[in-house]
C-alpha cells in the first residue's frame, strides 16, 4: 500500500516534465512528431576532425583536445572560471564568465578534454570564450557527420533537441508526397534523402552551399514548404469556387447614369478592371478578388460602380474602411455619385451618437438602406443585413481574418427583411481594395487564394509628385517655401514625426507642432488633425481645408488615407526617417492630385541609420507604388509586410520569395496539377506540412 504515493508521485513528475517539454516545444511550432523532422537546422558546426592547438586560425570555430594543466576561479575584473589546456603542439585558455562549481571539478588537472569554440587572442595567449566542452573518458570517437544547430529556445540544450529529432527521423514515414514523374521532371532530390542530409550532413557536404540553403537538400526543402502553401490556398480558392452567391447581373440602369453624370472618363485601366469585377459578380458563386492600385489611381468609382450592380439585383452593398476619415471621404463621395440615382445610404461608426446609431441599424436590418458605409463598426455582432450581397474592404491589409470574415458572415445575417430567406445558405461577393501594391511575388504565394485586378494607370491631369531629401538642419528653407506656396493659393499638409512609444507623446508632438507653425506664420490659417478629436471636430477641419479657410493642415498620420484635397500641392514629412516605406508613399500621395506642381518634402534628422537611408532612397528614387512595395518587402520581408493578413496564414519558414521565385512558379504549376490529377497525393503532401493546420486562409 505505501508505493502507492510512490507511484503517482513518479507518474505525476513524468506528466509535469513532459508537460514542460511539450510547451518549450510548442514555442518552436513543434506539436507532433514529424514537425521535429521539419525542425531544420540553422547552420553546422565540423566536429568530424581535430585541430593541433597551435593551428587554430583567430574567428574559426574549431575543435581541440588536450590536458587540463590547471584550473582556477579568478576575478579580472569580475569572477570567472578559467582553465589552461594542453597538446602536443600547445597551450589554450577556456574561459567561462557564467559557471557551476561541478564545471570546476570535471575541469581538474590532468582530465582529458575536447572542447570546440571559436578562438580570438586573450591576455593569456590564445583562448576560447565560454566553448562546449565535454571530458572524456576512455575512447571517444570522432563525429561521422557535421553537427546541427538548431533554433531553440530557453532551457531547451541543443543536445536535448538532437535527441529528439533524431528519435523523431528514425521512425518518421519519409516517403514521397511529390509523384515520382514530377520529382523527376522538376530534378528535385526524393524527400527522405534532403531531410536526412539537411539534419546529418558528410563531412564532405558543400558547406557553402549548406549554409547559403542552395543545397539540392534544401532546394528540395523549400520546394515542399512552397508547395503545402500553394495547394492550401488553392484548395480554398477552389472551395470558395464551389459555394452559391446571388448573381448580380448587368441591368444598366444605375450603372450607366452614373457613368454618364460623371465630370471625368474612365482610364483604361478602370475599365478594364470593371470588365473583370462585373463578369465575376455575374457569377452565381462568390467572387473573392483583390483590387489593387496606386494612390489616387482611381479605385473608389469602380467600388461605386460595383455597389450600383449590386442595388440593381435589389440586394444590398456594404463598404468598409479601417478608419473614420477614410470612411467619411467615402460616404462624402458615394453620396455625391449615388443620392442623385435615388440610392438610399447609411452611415455606420462607433463614435457616433447612439440615437444616429440605432437609426442607422435599423435602417439596415430592414433593408431600406441600399449601400451601408462604415468602419469596423459595420461587422459588430448588432449589425444585421437583410440581403447582403457584396461586401468591399478597402485598405485591407489593416484588417485581420476574423474581421473581413464577420463582415462576410452579416450576408447570412439576423435582418427581419424580404430578401433575407432568399439568401440563405448564400455568400457575399467580396472585393478587397489596397493602395499599397502588392509584390508580385506576394501576389504568387500569400494571395495565392485570390483574383487580382490591377489598376496600373493614373487617371489624366495627375501631375506627377517632386520628391525633396532636405536635413532637419535647412528647416528655415522649408518654412519659406511653405509661406510661398500658401501665399501664391495652394495649400500644405505638415505631418508630425511618428512616435510608437507613446500615442500621448505623439498627441503632444501635434499640439507643439501646430503652436510653433502658428508662430511662424502669423499670417496663415493653421488648423490642426489628430485621432483624438472628436468626429464632428475632424468633420469641421477637413471641411475648412477642403474649402481653402485652412492654409496649412497640421497632422498626425490620420491622413495618411482618404484626404483628397486638390488644391494641396505641397507636403512636409517631418522626421521622415520614423516611418515606413509604405507610409511614406500613401502620404506622399495626398498631394499630386490637381493640376499644379506638387512637392514632397522629406524632412530627416541626422546621422541616419542603414535601414532609414534605403527607405528615404527609395521612397526618393521612385514614385512607381509597386517598385516601392518591392524595396519595402526586401526591407522588411513578408512578415512586418503582410500585417494582419498574416492571422493564420503560417510564414515560410525555410523559402525567400525573391531568391526563390524559380521554385515558387514551379510550386504553383505543381498545386494545380497534383489538385486536379492526384488530390491524393494533394492530401498527403499537405498533411505532412500542416498537419491539421492547413486553414490558411478563410476570408
Known amino acids: ?84 589546456l594542453r597538446d602536443a603542439s600547445g597551450e589554450l585558455v577556456l574561459r567561462f564568465m557564467n559557471f557551476y562549481p561541478n564545471q570546476k571539478n570535471a575541469l581538474a588537472p590532468q582530465a582529458r578534454v575536447r572542447a570546440f569554440g571559436e578562438v580570438r587572442e586573450g591576455f593569456l595567449g590564445a583562448e576560447m570564450i565560454h566553448p562546449r566542452f565535454r571530458v572524456l573518458h576512455g575512447e571517444a570517437p570522432l563525429a561521422a557527420t557535421l553537427t546541427p544547430v538548431y533554433p531553440t529556445t530557453a532551457a531547451l540544450p541543443q543536445q536535448a533537441l538532437r535527441t529528439l529529432i533524431g528519435k523523431a527521423l528514425a521512425g518518421a514515414d519519409l516517403s514521397d508526397t511529390l509523384p515520382e514523374a514530377l520529382r523527376e521532371r522538376l530534378g528535385l532530390m526524393r524527400f527522405a534523402a534532403a531531410v536526412t542530409l539537411l539534419h546529418h550532413p558528410q563531412p564532405d557536404s558543400d558547406g557553402e552551399a549548406l549554409g547559403s540553403r542552395t543545397h539540392p537538400a534544401w532546394q528540395r526543402i523549400k520546394f515542399d514548404e512552397l508547395l503545402a502553401q500553394q495547394l492550401s490556398m488553392r484548395r480554398h480558392y477552389r472551395e470558395r469556387k464551389s459555394k452559391a452567391a446571388i448573381a448580380l447581373e448587368a441591368k444598366g440602369s444605375h450603372v450607366g447614369a452614373l457613368l454618364g453624370r ?125 440581403a447582403l450581397g457584396l461586401v468591399i474592404v478597402d485598405e485591407q491589409h489593416r484588417f485581420g481574418v ?85 501665399q501664391g493659393g495652394q495649400q500644405a499638409y505638415w505631418v508630425c514625426p511618428l512616435i510608437e512609444e507613446s500615442e500621448a507623446l505623439q498627441l503632444k508632438t501635434a499640439l507643439d507642432t501646430h503652436a510653433q507653425l502658428e508662430r511662424e506664420f502669423p499670417e496663415l490659417s493653421v488648423g490642426l488633425m489628430h485621432g483624438r478629436l472628436k468626429p464632428e471636430e475632424k468633420a469641421g477641419v477637413m471641411s ?115 531568391r526563390d521565385l524559380g521554385l515558387l512558379e514551379a510550386a504553383r504549376d505543381a498545386a494545380e496539377l497534383m489538385l486536379r490529377d492526384n488530390p491524393q497525393a494533394a492530401r498527403n503532401h499537405l498533411e505532412r506540412w500542416l498537419g491539421g493546420r492547413g486553414e490558411f486562409l478563410k476570408a
Open 262 to 386: 460623371l465630370p471625368f472618363t474612365l482610364t483604361g485601366a478602370q475599365v478594364r478592371v470593371w470588365g473583370e469585377i462585373g463578369a465575376d459578380i455575374a457569377q452565381p458563386r462568390p467572387m473573392h478578388r483583390l483590387l489593387q492600385g496606386d494612390v489616387g489611381s482611381g479605385k473608389t468609382i469602380v467600388a461605386a460602380l460595383a455597389c450600383l450592380r449590386a442595388v440593381e439585383n435589389g440586394v444590398q452593398a456594404a463598404v468598409m474602411a479601417p478608419t473614420e476619415i477614410l470612411a467619411e471621404q467615402h460616404y462624402r463621395k458615394f453620396s455625391e455619385w449615388l443620392l442623385p440615382l435615388g440610392v438610399r445610404l447609411a452611415w455606420l461608426s462607433g463614435s457616433q451618437a447612439k440615437a444616429e446609431r440605432d437609426a442607422a441599424l435599423r435602417s439596415i436590418a430592414s433593408g431600406e438602406t441600399q449601400v451601408a458605409i462604415g468602419t469596423h463598426a459595420l461587422f459588430q455582432k448588432q449589425v444585421a443585413f437583410s
Open 1 to 84: 500500500m505505501a508505493a502507492k504515493p510512490a507511484a503517482n508521485y513518479q507518474a505525476n513528475l513524468r506528466d509535469r516534465t513532459l508537460g514542460a517539454l511539450d510547451t518549450k516545444l510548442a514555442k518552436l511550432g513543434i506539436r507532433r512528431d514529424f514537425d521535429l523532422v521539419l525542425h531544420l537546422p540553422l547552420r553546422y558546426e565540423d566536429e568530424t576532425m581535430l585541430t593541433p592547438i597551435a593551428e587554430a586560425a583567430p574567428g574559426c570555430p574549431v575543435q581541440v583536445e588536450g590536458s587540463v594543466i590547471d584550473t582556477d576561479i579568478v576575478y579580472r575584473p569580475r569572477r570567472q572560471l578559467v582553465c589552461r
Open 544 to 658: 475648412a481645408f477642403i474649402g481653402g479657410t485652412i492654409h496649412l493642415l497640421v497632422a498626425t498620420t490620420v491622413i495618411e488615407v482618404g484626404v483628397d484635397v486638390a488644391n494641396a500641392s505641397l507636403m512636409v514629412i517631418e522626421h521622415a526617417e520614423r516611418f515606413g516605406l509604405a507610409q511614406l508613399h500613401q502620404l506622399r500621395g495626398r498631394v499630386g492630385r490637381g493640376a499644379a506642381e506638387s512637392v514632397c518634402v522629406l524632412l530627416y534628422q541626422s546621422p541616419l541609420g542603414e535601414l532609414a537611408r534605403n527607405r528615404l532612397k527609395a521612397i526618393y528614387e521612385s514614385t512607381d507604388g509597386f517598385e516601392i512595395a518591392r524595396q519595402d518587402l526586401a526591407i522588411r520581408g513578408p512578415g512586418e509586410y503582410l500585417g494582419s493578413r498574416q492571422s493564420g496564414v503560417p510564414l515560410l519558414r525555410f523559402a525567400d520569395l525573391e
Open 402 to 486: 476574423a474581421q473581413r470574415l464577420a463582415l462576410r458572415r452579416k450576408g447570412k445575417g439576423k435582418g427581419k427583411g424580404k430578401g433575407r430567406e432568399a439568401l440563405a445558405g448564400i455568400e457575399p461577393h467580396l472585393l478587397m481594395m489596397s493602395a499599397t501594391p502588392i509584390p508580385r511575388t506576394l501576389s504568387m504565394s500569400y494571395y495565392a487564394d485570390l483574383d487580382v485586378s490591377v489598376i496600373d494607370e493614373l487617371p489624366p491631369g495627375r501631375s506627377p509628385v517632386v520628391t525633396k531629401l532636405i536635413s532637419d538642419a535647412r528647416r528655415d528653407e522649408v518654412v519659406r517655401r511653405i509661406r510661398e506656396a500658401c
